[in-house]
């Protein structure tokens, strides 16, 4: 049992720390003429993950469910990519779409690789944590409705990046 508390206070700590860096950055997107783009999806997206957290730490307590170590293994590894992510976006990193006009994308990191690298990692943590505690039914209902608050989310991202990926337009007629 205290491998499991042990565990799930590591992953709220994250998540609370987490949770900071992004208000933070927020404000400071904000203050540089940042707009937040799609944020009728946000609330949807805070109760899922609480909801996942809370009833994890639930039924870890009252279930106290063995760990499977190759699982925390795969979380773990998901932990240096969510890293990885958050060190490529810097002070752009946030929980809400922010949109700065007349910034790039970035491009470096595993945004050299994938469009939705977060949220990959995202879609992956919200299915293997549970696994690692034997809970495959928790790791699929919240796996799918994940997906579809991800689903309205990336569409809603895509949207508001879009002038950013698109080519700038010249002004010079084309040439003979």
Do not use: C
Request: no cysteine.
């Amino acid at each position: 049992m205290w491998l499991n508390i042990t565990i799930l206070s590591l992953v709220t700590l994250q998540r609370v720390v987490e949770l900071y860096i992004a208000h933070r950055n927020t404000k400071r997107l904000l203050a540089r003429g940042g707009i937040e783009m799609g944020s009728n999806h946000y609330p949807f997206i805070v109760a899922l993950h609480t909801l996942w957290l809370v009833g994890l730490w639930y039924l870890v307590i009252f279930q106290a469910p063995a760990v499977s170590m190759p699982w925390i293994f795969a979380y773990l590894v998901l932990e240096a990519a969510r890293g990885w992510v958050i060190a490529a976006l810097g002070s752009r990193w946030t929980t809400r779409i922010i949109v700065v006009p007349g910034e790039t994308l970035v491009g470096e990191g595993p945004y050299k690789y994938f469009r939705h690298p977060n949220y990959m990692v995202v879609a992956g943590e919200i299915f293997i944590l549970p696994m690692a505690f034997g809970l495959w039914w928790y790791a699929v209902i919240f796996g799918v409705l994940n997906l579809a608050v991800l689903w309205w989310r990336i569409r809603a991202e895509d949207e508001a990046l879009r002038p950013l990926r698109e080519e700038p337009q010249s002004d010079e007629p084309p040439s003979p």
